[in-house]
């Protein structure tokens, strides 16, 4: 069993940055890919990045590549995701998932294992 609280999330300007942080519990942390979905209001949840049990691959959906940067600290049982040059359009609920699997599984939204969110609002 694994237990994802997300952290970090908050009010920012256009252009800003957040870094958001998902901290896990278990021992068996780092055998598992992570990834980072998220949910505007009146939309589908959508997948935002991945990343492989080791850091050593990392996704990006085409709408946060260069903006945004998934990785993650075994050592600390947390992943991230740095996110800069915020629009007003990544406001949404921001959640974190894991899956043994591996990354496809993450990216397909086929994750074990989900947190409950945290809220990110970009404002204009």
């Known amino acids: 069993q694994v237990q994802l609280v997300e952290s970090g999330g908050g009010l920012v300007q256009a252009g800003g940055s957040l870094r958001l942080s998902c901290a896990a519990s278990?021992?068996?942390?780092?055998?598992?890919?992570m990834g980072w979905f998220r949910q505007a209001p009146g939309k589908e949840r959508e997948y935002v990045a991945a990343?492989?049990?080791?850091?050593?691959?990392?996704y990006y959906a085409n709408s946060v590549k260069g903006r945004f940067t998934i990785s993650r600290d075994n050592a600390k049982n947390t992943a991230y995701l740095q996110m800069n040059g915020l629009k007003p359009e990544d406001t949404a609920v921001y959640y974190c998932a894991s899956d043994l699997s591996g990354p496809r599984a993450v990216i397909a939204g086929r994750s074990d294992y989900w947190g409950q969110g945290t809220q990110v609002t970009v404002s204009s």
């Open positions: 278990g021992r068996t942390f780092s055998t598992y890919a």
């Open positions: 990343i492989s049990w080791n850091g050593g691959s990392t």
